[in-house]
């Protein structure tokens, strides 16, 4: 079975400051790990995702993870946030390809000017 | 990149009333389609999932006659939430997937039961 830990349901950080949202994974097989943003009454949007390939993985709009096994983690990382980053973020892990998410409980994140 | 397009995207009935809401791949083939319910502040929670032209397969817990799942072709997999009730107002998204390929997700519908 999978799961995934977000730690934290809500972070809040000021405008051009870094952005940490925590995740823990659980998985019998190596794992697929993905994370995707939710802005208000949307669907989800992939951020980025990690399939056995490079642990760091780049995404969209200068977010990144860095897939750590022995820690069993796979955080998401931005430099410096900005007032259109406020959303609710999920870490989400699968066995294969993506399909049949596990998601982790989101954390919303607020960034304050 | 591919887009799974939801609709309604809002909704509101009546209570024992039924509502379908559709899922349409509109740049690829979706032989897989996954169905999510979120519950306000919650996050998502597997309902079932759908093979192109089988029946699909529901998660432990869900009625598999109260939220029907019609996958008849490629391109367009249907849910429809039969006979229902306040406590079935939810957002309930749909995660479409080629198989090897990443997953795409619909906007989204907010059912309300009144």
């Known amino acids: 079975a999978q799961s995934v830990t977000q730690l934290g349901s809500h972070v809040s950080v000021s405008e051009g400051a870094l952005v940490l949202l925590r995740c823990n994974y659980s998985s019998s097989v190596p794992p697929y790990l993905f994370w995707y943003v939710q802005y208000p009454n949307q669907g989800l949007q992939l951020l980025l995702k990690?399939?056995?390939?490079?642990?760091l993985v780049k995404g969209i709009n200068g977010f990144e993870a860095e897939f750590k096994k022995s820690e069993t983690s796979f955080h998401l990382t931005k430099p410096s946030a900005h007032m259109s980053d406020a959303a609710e973020y999920f870490c989400a892990v699968s066995d294969l390809y993506g399909n049949k998410l596990v998601f982790g409980a989101g954390t919303i994140l607020r960034v304050k000017s | 990149g591919a887009v799974v397009s939801q609709h309604p995207s809002r909704v509101i009935c009546k209570s024992g009333t039924s509502v379908k809401i559709e899922c349409r791949s509109l740049?690829?083939?979706?032989?897989?389609m996954f169905w999510y319910r979120q519950f306000p502040k919650q996050s998502l929670m597997l309902m079932a999932t759908s093979n192109e032209g089988s029946k699909a397969t529901y998660e432990q817990g869900v009625e598999k006659d109260k939220f029907l799942i019609n996958h008849a072709s490629l391109t367009l997999s249907t849910l429809t939430v039969t006979s229902a009730h306040p406590e079935d107002s939810s957002f309930y998204i749909c995660m479409g997937t080629g198989g090897n390929t990443e997953a795409f997700f619909g906007q989204g519908t907010r059912l309300t039961v009144v």
């Open positions: 740049d690829f083939q979706a032989t897989t």
């Open positions: 990690y399939t056995s390939a490079a642990t």
